[in-house]
């Protein structure tokens, strides 16, 4: 499987991923519409605590959606979502332990990281170099 | 509302006589007109605060401004504009804070915010979205920056929101006081932060979510975000160094080129160089690499003093600026003093330039003998003497002592002292001089004597000269490399970027770069001239805004040492700005701008511009 690793010592907090997530998927920029997050911790900001879905083997999300719109999918190495199957229902929300599953304000659909099928938009703009695409 | 992409197209005005607070569209013809930031500051600035105005008094305003391009995802764009009359110059002043205040509040959907009248209490401003409040903040009255910034987010129970504050400088009316974003960034100059604390105005916290940003040409906009990210990695300054160093590594380059300000600029050359130079700083200081929204740059850093009797200290920075100010320029060779300077700055809420250049002055008065320690609290205030640079420090900072005499500022202090002391009061109308020579190029000494702020680095910048791509020992063609390069800076703090990024946009004179960016997130579709128009529209109106004022020619001028003391030493020794020199590059700039010879733009320049209401005010 893949998932994306996150180095907490070479974050810089600058969120250019939130931004470039939230506008490669939607169009538009809103961090409320990112699949990844970045929040500043400290009295100074000097460190970041990360919200990333980690691309379970054995996905809750996937356990506790009713429709078949998340699937583990063995051959891309990640869980994928489709919208068009989503009912908007967010029981994926409630069972993931990481609380990286969001809703969509709007269109009330998952947001659902899909490591932008294979090739992540985050990773290609991190130039500090904390976020990178893992086997594991 | 607007159609153009990147705008929220409203801000919010708050009057804190009254309570009330009102939402505000911004029109399509405003915008196209004065762009965003700088333009829109002006623009208001200039109709809403009239002549003779106090600016410690409830008539000032302060205004809050983002442009188009902040919120989006294009490369370091995140500053926000600040613009008010300052209390040290009393002109028109703007300043710029990186963070990601400029971010939030656009998520939160307004362009901009004006701040006017006067509050009775202590209150701060809470903005979630559509829901504005004047809270109370007797509570966090009297606390630094960073303390102020977690007691709101404790209150508020949102450790996401980001908050500009004064520290006790600004509430005690320090005349260089300045606003805190995100506790990382500062409005840094101009006194900002007293004319906020004259509003009993603690703070504004922001929280967005509710606004997306919408971008009127996605694949084009997507194309260039490629490009710059592409220029940005093939940069070595830009993806590697200032990383590392942060701008620190222009203390050693401006010393072998013999302009790096040292003892009250008296001399260009620091024999303490090795001290405070950029691999120090690294070495002693520097933690951690951090950025502010939407930059890959990341050159803010989170740093530490590991050792001496301020062992412990954290905070972000120094950068550059606060090297010279706090460093060479008092003559302070341990990077560690200038850090704990730094700190008491930062957290107090004080332009680090502005204290650094106050305390530079007070140094050489005492040298002179024109002040002694019993004017001086007893300090003996020799320059590199560390133990009285942190006293006087701390004083300034809490307007109290001799502090609250430097406090006043540089031309203020040598009004009052006289006996020549108005000759080596570094200061351009009022505003103290930043850490770039003037005697060392000519075009910044035009600049710097031209700039609507005073001796602000940021009007005209000095790097066309200091790369050699134009020669800083020549006079000649310095008025039009100042005028094209004020085009780009007004341009530069109306979308807004980063000054890091301005050498990859274009540094000198608009050109389609420039207007191929703004139209891909805006569709505004300028021209190369429309966008000329503009940039010279924004200039103009802060010049109007300094006319009417009282100020002129006669105050575009600079201090009398650059103007009759050579360099003395080093490899730019020699060196000097002549007033004759001076006089002929202001005939030219002027004529360039198309003013008249007291440097008052003419009625045929401001129809032109489209600001006849301005010209029937001014002229």
Known sequence: ????????????????????????????????????????????????????????????CVKACPTDALKIDIKKGYVTFTEDDCIGCSACVEACPFSAIFMHPEKNTALKCDLCGGFPKCVEHCLSGALKVIEY | MTKYGGYCGKILRINLSSGKITKEDLSDSLLRKFLGGNGLGISYLFNEVKKGVDPLSEENKILIFTGPLNGTVFPSTS????????????????????GHFAAELKFAGYDGIIIEGKSEKPVYIYIHNENIEIRDASKIWGKINSDTKSEILNELNDH???????????????NYANINFDGTHWAGRGGNGSVMGSKKLKAIAVRGTGCNINIADKEKFEQLITDYYKKIKENKTLSEVLSKYGTTTATRANNSMGILGTRNWQTEVFKGIEGISAEAIDEKLYEKALACFSCPIRCMHYSEIKEGPYIGTRNIGPQYETVYSLGSLCCNSNSNIIAKGNEICNEMGIDTISTGVSIAFLMECFEKGLLKEEDLDGLSLNFGNEESFIKMVEKISQNEGIGKFAAKGVKIMSEEIGKGSEKFAIHMKGYELAGHSVRGYKGMSLGYATSPRGGSHQDMRHLPERSGEFDRTNCEGKAKLVFDVNSTTAIRDSFTYCTMIEGVVGRVGIDSKHVDLINAVTGIGYTVEELQKVSERIYNLERCFNVREGKDRKDDTLPSRFMNEPIPEGPSKGMVTTKKELDTMLDEYYQIRGWNTNGIPTKEKLDSLDLQEAAKEVL
């Open chain 1, 1 to 60: 499987m893949k998932k994306l690793k996150w180095d907490k010592k070479l974050c810089t907090g600058c969120r250019v991923c939130e931004s470039i997530c939230a506008f490669s998927h939607e169009g538009v920029i809103n961090p409320i519409l990112s699949r990844i997050r970045i929040a500043p911790l400290g009295k100074y900001e000097e460190t970041q605590k990360s919200t990333i879905c980690q691309q379970c083997k054995d996905a809750e």
């Open chain 2, 79 to 98: 500053k926000i504009g600040v613009f008010t009359k300052s209390p040290l110059t009393n002109g028109f002043t703007d300043s710029y804070a990186g």
């Open chain 2, 160 to 174: 996401q929101v980001r908050v500009a504050s004064i520290g006790p400088s600004g509430e005690k009316l320090v």
